[in-house]
């Protein structure tokens, strides 16, 4: 079976009502990133950071996978798939796709104030105030802040060395290190980008662009490959 990589990005979350990352006013849900993703905003104010991860939590768990997601996840009829994702939702595993890698983390877990590698399923939505893990630390939402290394990146980009198909849904490319992904993936191989606005590459060999949102492209793309 070929190996198909597929890295996707909020845009492909947006069609299932959740909110990009950072919308064109800089803000995520009308908060300065600054206060509400990074080391520093825990510390100043945790229970606000705290806050804005559960209300984001419960909207994760209310939302529901759409046609790009089952889409991606029917082509493991034919391909080894593996998805790295941007997104720190799991509309992609709720769809079927059975091997997921989180570059930024996944919200449905918990982790450890002190040792990211200590991570814990969450019952329900909420992670209230002195919950804490098995090292007596408070337990906060496991997503990747910036100012923090992402642990995922080495091994996502030995999986882009190795694609023999690849396809980038629903990313502008603006976030590094995952942005920088793509520049991993053999020249020969074919890519695929699908976005309503497609982002500049600087990349050689073959790049096919699908000027579409992710609900139509990708079913389109996905029934194109499936009859190869």
Request: proline content about 6%.
């Amino acid at each position: 079976m070929k190996n198909l990589v597929v890295l996707t990005g909020a845009g492909i979350s947006a069609e299932s009502g959740l909110k990009t990352f950072r919308d064109s006013d800089g803000l995520w849900e009308g908060y300065n990133i600054e206060d509400v993703a990074t080391p520093e905003a825990w510390e100043h104010n945790p229970v606000l950071v705290q806050q804005f991860y559960n209300e984001r939590r419960k909207t994760v768990l209310e939302a529901k996978p759409n046609a790009a997601h089952y889409a991606l996840a029917a082509l493991e009829e034919k391909y080894k798939v593996t998805i790295i994702t941007q997104n720190i939702d799991d509309l992609h595993e709720r769809a079927g796709s059975t091997n997921v890698v989180h570059l930024h983390g996944i919200i449905t877990r918990s982790q450890s104030s002190i040792k990211p590698e200590l991570t814990y399923p969450i019952d329900g939505w909420e992670i209230k105030m002195g919950e804490l893990c098995e090292l007596g630390s408070q337990l906060r939402a496991h997503v990747v802040w910036f100012g923090e290394p992402v642990p995922m990146i080495e091994h996502a980009a030995a999986i882009c060395v190795g694609a023999d198909v690849f396809m980038l849904i629903g990313s502008s490319l603006a976030v590094y290190p995952a942005a920088g992904l793509i520049g991993y993936v053999d020249r020969e191989v074919p890519k695929y980008i699908i976005d309503p606005n497609i982002p500049s590459v600087n990349v050689k060999g073959p790049v096919i662009k699908i000027q579409e949102k992710a609900t139509i492209g990708v079913p389109a793309l996905v029934n194109e490959l499936l009859k190869d």
